[in-house]
């Protein structure tokens, strides 16, 4: 997920001299953006030990169906904490489609990031390469998220999330000229990037369960070319891991490192 480095010092100031809470987070004052494609290692997916259909990357974990033209991709999850040891660590839990074998994104989710020692939370979406765009309702961890990206012709997407602990939805329809519609993914993300273009920390959120994966109405495990993607540091160890897809649509995640 590309990192636009860019706020304004003053914005920088004022967010390290506020609180933060559960419900105020902002990733403007963080400095950066949600959005953007996988960062696979090498010139393409990696696969480890034999087992077909498994690529490594230092920036997504999860499962995406890449071989076929995809309309809709949907999921829920649970916010989960962030365990905030130091600050500017980043987080990302998000469904989306594009941006595994294609240099667009359609994708909307939430974020559990640690800010000035504190863990903040909150939603967004994003149409790849247009900015993202954050939405200011209230999150906190334990708030079950619902969340899908659907195709609906004329290049238009709906992008919808929804808090339902909290309360709130939306549904945001984007426009986005050739998009490819290539693959559709369900993704923890460590985001993208530095000033110098590097993965920036992945937070601990401990474990994130994610539930009813679905890709064009079925189940993400019955999709066809479904990939597991193992996220990795430069040195090549695992900074999180991924369990295996259970009835082909739920897997959880577990923080293993920063970077």
């Not at 594009?98 to 559990?112: A, I, K, L, P």
Request: proline share 3%; with cysteine; aromatic share 10%.
């Amino acid at each position: 997920m590309l990192r636009r480095w860019g706020i304004l010092l003053a914005m920088l100031t004022l967010a390290a001299s506020t609180a933060l809470t559960a419900s105020s987070a902002s990733a403007a004052t963080m400095g950066f953006r949600p959005g953007g494609p996988i960062h696979l290692v090498g010139a393409g997916a990696n696969v480890r030990g034999g087992i077909s259909h498994q690529a490594e990357s230092t920036n997504w974990s999860g499962y995406a169906a890449t071989t076929g033209t995809y309309t809709s991709v949907s999921a829920s999850w649970t916010e989960p904490s962030g365990i905030c040891s130091r600050s500017s660590q980043y987080s990302s839990f998000w469904v989306g489609l594009d941006g595994y074998s294609s240099s667009s994104v359609e994708q909307t989710g939430s974020d559990t990031d640690c800010s000035g020692g504190r863990a903040v939370y909150y939603a967004w979406y994003e149409m790849y390469p247009n900015p993202s765009v954050e939405y200011s309702n209230t999150v906190r961890p334990g708030d079950h998220f619902n969340a899908s990206v659907t195709y609906v012709g004329s290049n238009k997407f709906n992008l919808f999330i929804q808090d339902a602990t909290q309360g709130w939805s939306h549904t945001t329809t984007g426009t986005l000229a050739g998009a490819a519609r290539s693959s559709a993914e369900v993704i923890v993300e460590a985001p993208c990037c530095t000033g110098s273009g590097g993965i920036l920390p992945l937070a601990d959120f401990g474990t994130v369960n994610i539930s009813g994966s679905m890709a064009n109405g079925s189940a993400l495990g019955n999709a066809g070319g479904v990939t597991q993607i193992i996220m990795i540091d430069n040195a090549g160890r695992d900074k999180d891991t991924v369990s295996s897809l259970s009835g082909g649509e739920n897997f959880s995640a577990t923080w293993v490192r920063s970077n």
